[in-house]
């Protein structure tokens, strides 16, 4: 008996063999009757046979799973091949003829086994595809839980030793004043006991002086004297003991010491639950995934067949009815355009330049709106501080609310639909990563010495490494931070003051922007790491104050203009 390849083994085979006596032609079909693969020829004679026209023949992914060979116990040479509905049990055709299973009723159990087994498999696939991805992400959470606990303990400690350490030099301090009260204490009493010790010195001179008058009235011829002067001395001076200073010792314990210094604590709040992704949303998102990748492949093609021409091309002209001025420019999938002017009209038109919408808006010279992958456009609102989204059916939603910051500059990912939004706020600027439903993702605003990155963050892109390219007008450079938000580099022109407006990128990572003064104005062509390749446009092309680019699919590049409502497009690539 053949035995049946498992799906690893077929797998690794450059095909299947069919399993037809001779045949070594792909067995690409399945007899779920016979159990074997067949090729597409064995399959027609399989249907035409008369003893095997009714079988069931189906793709060779789909066949049923073979049923285990297992003998009955009762009759060892049959196999257990039925199943009794009413008793629940696996039988052979012979018990079946017993008298406790007359007119029951049986099935096949190769079918019960293969609608198992298919189950079983989708329970397999269940985990490989969802149970184990979605238990890793939550594994990898709390590696970067451990990593994260680390370092909040770590800073702890640091903290810690920091307080310890002004405690000391607190104490320090004090000890020192206490110190020198000791030695003002000190000097006054040595002060007072000099005194008194003057005061005996005095007192003894004097005991000296009367000594001699004694001992001269002693010695007179005339006694009489004796008897005619009177002998007094002075009492001997008072003086009193100094009261020496007593040290009262502090009254403090490891608790006061303790109560003076911080404490850590674990907040008596309830821990938050991580969150598991339901299944449907795994599921959708690979299904996302899979068509990115599809996507990013077929991307990866054409990069590999695109370079630079050697020239400029003007492909085809727009003329927008409903603005006056085409300040930015972005494109639908679908060819169709979105311009809007410096009086907020933003006006969408077909391939032939007719208008479809015009909706008006708070915007003026910002790269305000943006094409998404999905048809959709999103566009900001200066003055509710929103961003709204505008379907292919023409309604509009409220998208994100910003807060008290202004969103300028809106960008749509083309890597993974998120959005990025360009913001200020008094004399701050930042750059605010959104996912494509609108949940705060990413905020940067400094650099890693704490420096502002943004100050006017008009115009918005994203390169096709996750590069976050921004035009930034009063910083007179093209900021650009990777993905994780560190400043890679900043362009800032070649020679005049850099004035950037419209900025986009193509499908070879180029970074185009323009340049727009009263002098000359022009379109920069830049490599991916900010190398500046040429000025792609300028006005020997007939450009004098470009402002709005953008590329499509198809790599066009379209230029909107200050001044007049005309959109060019032009094929720089080849």
Request: glycine share 6%; hydrophobic share 25%.
């Amino acid at each position: 008996m053949m035995s049946e390849p498992s799906d690893e083994q077929a797998a690794m085979q450059h095909y299947l063999v069919c399993g037809t006596e001779d045949c070594q032609q792909n067995g690409q079909f399945y007899c779920n009757d016979c159990h074997r693969p067949l090729c597409e020829q064995c399959r027609e004679e399989h249907l035409k046979n008369l003893d095997t026209k009714t079988h069931e023949i189906v793709p060779y992914r789909y066949r049923k799973q073979r049923l285990p060979v297992e003998k009955c116990k009762h009759h060892p040479t049959r196999n257990i091949d039925i199943f009794c509905k009413e008793c629940k049990i696996p039988l052979c055709s012979k018990c079946s003829t017993k008298d406790e299973h007359q007119g029951h009723k049986f099935d096949d159990l190769e079918d019960i086994y293969a609608e198992e087994y298919a189950l079983w498999q989708g329970e397999f696939s269940k985990i490989q595809k969802y149970f184990l991805p979605t238990t890793q992400v939550l594994k990898n959470d709390i590696e970067e839980d451990v990593t994260e606990i680390k370092k909040i303990m770590e800073s702890i400690r640091t903290s810690m030793n920091a307080e310890a350490e002004s405690l000391k030099n607190l104490v320090d301090e004090v000890t020192t004043e206490k110190k020198k009260h000791t030695r003002t204490m000190e000097k006054s009493l040595l002060e007072m006991l000099k005194s008194q010790e003057r005061t005996y010195d005095d007192y003894i001179a004097y005991l000296g002086k009367m000594n001699d008058e004694f001992q001269e009235y002693l010695s007179l011829t005339n006694k009489k004297l004796l008897f005619s002067e009177t002998l007094r001395i002075k009492t001997i001076p008072e003086t009193t003991r100094p009261v020496p200073p007593v040290f009262t010792k502090g009254k403090f314990s490891k608790d006061d010491i303790s109560k003076l210094l911080g404490s850590v604590n674990v907040p008596n709040i309830k821990p938050e639950k991580r969150k598991i992704q339901p299944m449907e949303a795994v599921t959708t998102h690979m299904k996302s995934t899979e068509k990115q990748l599809e996507q990013s492949k077929e991307k990866s093609d054409m990069k590999q067949t695109l370079s630079l021409s050697s020239s400029v091309t003007k492909v085809r002209k727009y003329s927008v009815p409903g603005v006056y001025n085409a300040r930015h420019v972005s494109v639908e999938k679908s060819g169709r355009l979105w311009v809007s002017d410096l009086r907020g009209n933003l006006v969408q038109t077909d391939l032939q330049g007719k208008q479809l919408q015009k909706i008006q808006t708070s915007g003026g010279e910002e790269g305000y709106h943006t094409a998404t992958q999905d048809g959709d456009l999103i566009y900001t609102d200066q003055d509710e501080n929103k961003i709204y989204r505008i379907t292919p059916d023409r309604k509009i939603t409220e998208f994100i609310k910003t807060g008290d910051w202004r969103p300028l500059g809106v960008h749509s990912s083309r890597i993974n639909g998120d959005i990025l939004v360009g913001m200020g706020k008094d004399r701050e600027a930042k750059v605010t990563r959104y996912s494509k439903a609108g949940k705060e993702i990413q905020n940067i605003q400094r650099d890693n010495q704490g420096q502002e990155l943004y100050s006017d963050p008009r115009y918005i892109t994203e390169n096709i490494n996750g590069d976050i390219c921004t035009s930034d007008y009063y910083k007179h450079a093209v900021v650009v931070l990777n993905k994780s938000g560190q400043h890679r580099f900043s362009y800032t022109g070649q020679g005049s003051v850099f004035y950037p407006y419209g900025i986009c990128t193509d499908v070879l990572g180029h970074i185009l922007v323009c340049h727009v003064t009263f002098v000359s104005s022009t379109v920069d062509l830049l490599d991916q790491d900010g190398g500046f390749l040429s000025f792609i446009l300028s006005p020997q092309q007939g450009i004098q104050c470009p402002c709005g680019v953008c590329v499509d699919d198809e790599n066009n590049l379209y230029v909107g203009q200050h001044g007049t409502n005309t959109v060019t497009v032009y094929k720089y690539l080849q």
